[in-house]
């Protein structure tokens, strides 16, 4: 799965703007804790989002 690859490897994206991600639910939580080192915060969601945007 590409996101699963994403996920371990986030280099693959890094500084490529026109990279599109679509993660189901499961899928966004390994990310934000991949690249948040934490679990998702529905109080900081939109926060959280917008770093991984970046």
């Given amino acids: ?30 990310l934000v804790e991949k690249v948040f080192g934490g679990e998702v915060n529905c109080k900081d969601g939109l926060d959280q989002l917008q770093s991984i945007a970046q």
């Fill in 1 to 30: 799965d590409g996101l699963f690859l994403v996920t371990s490897n986030l280099e693959l994206i890094q500084g490529y703007p026109l990279a599109v991600l679509t993660p189901n639910v499961n899928e966004y939580k390994r």
